[in-house]
């Protein structure tokens, strides 16, 4: 049975935390917890996808989507959408104190695989797949 909770914010850094907590929730209500290791990477790549999409997607609607699904497996699939056309790219980062650059870095090193798909010109968006 697949288990999934999509919703939009508004592209404020205030909706990154509203993100994580709904999804949080979501994944502790269907059966997760900090133990099965997924809970805690899934919240934390949905935070930084979200984080890029009010960083740097471009949002003319007025907001970007987040869908999590929760597989029969208790994997978990992220999606993250924005209108942006550019893609994601995994860059070199600096000093760890640099703060900025690391989440496709985490995305590339905590989910089993993930991608972008292409919206017809309205966007992207970009997809991960939490082993549970």
Do not use: Y
Not at 21 to 45: F, N, Q, Y
Request: glycine share 10%; net charge negative; proline share 5%.
């Amino acid at each position: 049975m697949l288990r999934r909770d999509a919703f939009r914010l508004p592209p404020h850094p205030a909706s990154v935390p509203l993100a994580r907590t709904r999804v949080h929730d979501h994944l502790k209500a269907w059966g997760h917890t900090a133990d099965d290791g997924a809970l805690d990477d899934t919240v934390l790549l949905v935070s930084e996808l979200a984080t890029n999409a009010v960083l740097h997607g471009v949002v003319v609607k007025g907001e970007f989507e987040v869908a999590v699904t929760v597989l029969a497996d208790g994997s978990c699939f992220i999606e993250v959408s924005d209108e942006s056309p550019a893609e994601p790219e995994v860059r070199t980062v600096g000093a760890w104190e640099d703060e900025n650059g690391r989440g496709m870095r985490l995305l590339d090193a905590l989910a089993e695989t993930w991608g972008v798909w292409w919206r017809g010109g309205r966007g992207k968006t970009v997809w991960a797949l939490v082993r549970g």
